[in-house]
């Protein structure tokens, strides 16, 4: 889906580091670090995933250079798009996950989304949860500027034909069916503002009827000092 009215608004957008001055994140048991090209065969492995993949439109990648393709965005001169991470167990170094924010001006609604995904062997340890959590403190603590852009009218409480100031949002989609996927969107404290029914546009379910939930999150308030 994208969003095909609009409303503009005044807000802020994070200015985004380049990958060779990003800080990794720790988090208890994961380091959440910007990809390289030397981590294409074990990120290879996750995106051959079928379990995993299937919630992707592109689906499962059929060879190295797909994996390599995918870093396209996430690397120099595009890393400053996106704020994309691998995801690393801290004990064993494996890469478990992906995720971040892919679309700082999303064609569903116009603000930043974030999204994630995990080897099916790393689900049920509650790390999507933990990435999640560690990924919105550095999100929201990146500096911001003032912008001005077009966003979907559902996703503020603004009327057509002003500008009004609005407070940054993050965004994030899923699959009404994907339960785990909505747990972790309440446990992180964003809210559903939208729900609709489209065609899946997803390799694993193209055509298919599906319900789709958006989700937000505003930008926390800042403390006085």
């Given at each position: ?155 503020v409480d603004a009327e057509a034909g002003s500008t009004p100031t609005i407070v940054e949002l993050l965004t994030a989609i899923t699959d009404a069916k994907n339960v785990g996927s909505v747990k972790v969107l309440e446990k992180t404290k964003f809210n559903k503002f939208m729900e609709w029914k489209g065609v899946d546009n997803r390799e694993a379910s193209f055509g298919q009827d599906v ?15």
């Amino acid at each position: 889906m994208e969003y095909t009215e609009t409303i503009k608004v005044r807000t802020t957008l994070p200015l985004i580091p380049p990958i060779s001055s990003r800080d990794e994140i720790l988090t208890p048991r994961l380091l959440l670090r910007a990809p390289r090209l030397s981590d294409v065969p074990a990120l290879h492995l996750l995106r051959t995933e079928h379990e995993v993949m299937k919630h992707s439109v592109q689906g499962v990648d059929k060879t190295l250079e797909d994996t390599i393709r995918s870093l396209d965005d996430s690397l120099p001169p595009n890393d400053t798009k996106n704020y994309h991470f691998l995801i690393f167990e801290r004990d064993t170094g494996e890469l478990v996950g992906k995720g971040g924010m892919h679309s700082l001006l999303s064609r569903r609604f116009g603000w930043p989304e974030v999204g994630y995904s995990f080897k099916q062997a790393a689900w049920g340890k509650g790390y999507a949860t933990e990435f999640m959590t560690g990924f919105l403190e550095s999100w929201w603590s990146l500096p911001r500027k003032e912008i001005e852009i077009e966003v979907d009218p559902k996703s503020v409480d603004a009327e057509a034909g002003s500008t009004p100031t609005i407070v940054e949002l993050l965004t994030a989609i899923t699959d009404a069916k994907n339960v785990g996927s909505v747990k972790v969107l309440e446990k992180t404290k964003f809210n559903k503002f939208m729900e609709w029914k489209g065609v899946d546009n997803r390799e694993a379910s193209f055509g298919q009827d599906v319900i789709v939930l958006g989700f937000s999150m505003a930008a926390p308030l800042k403390e006085s000092s």
